[in-house]
């Protein structure tokens, strides 16, 4: 396992389309799947998608275990919503690509979903509350999407230049 350098927004690969894993789940994906969750629990977040780490597939994990819980990782590959609640969830938000931000980000509360594990098993379930959220936002990293392009274009664009203001920072 290795960590790998994780992408911050405004980096363009950020808003790549990431293309659907063919033929089934390797060895490579899960090695793939072994450095995003090793990076993962360094930085430390609960979610990354492989963009982040610059790689353009439809693959996520997530970790939601809470502090002093044993670690429940969990993999995705080519998730699919195939519903989501008309009932809607507010919840503040932040990402691993965009630091330090934090908003509110509404998105259905329940949503179905449909992916293959670690093994390359189709599973299929329901997620709510935490886990909608964060398969949502995850899954939006899959079409190029930030958590900020929910946000209205003022904060948007806030946001953006404090990375900017921050990234001119640390490189003086
Ligand atoms: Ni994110």
Known sequence: MA????LV????????????????VTDAHRALMDDMLETMYDAP?????????????????????KEGEPPAP?????????WASDELFSYEEGCLSVPDIYDDVERPAR???RYLNYQGEQIEEEA??????????????????????HLSRLKREKAL????????????
Do not use: W
């Open 3 to 6: 960590l790998r350098p994780i």
């Open 128 to 149: 709510e509350g935490l886990y909608a959220v964060c398969i949502q936002h995850e899954m939006d990293h899959l079409e190029g999407v930030l958590f900020i392009d």
């Open 74 to 82: 969990r993999y995705f590959v080519n998730p699919e919503i195939t």
């Open 161 to 172: 230049s404090k990375l900017k203001k921050a990234r001119k920072e640390a490189a003086l």
């Open 45 to 65: 977040g609960i979610g990354l998608a492989a963009i982040q780490v610059g790689e353009p597939l439809r693959i996520i994990v997530m970790d939601l275990a």
């Open 111 to 113: 949503v179905k979903l």
């Open 9 to 24: 927004a405004p980096d363009p690969v950020l808003k790549q389309k990431s293309k659907p894993v063919e033929g089934g």
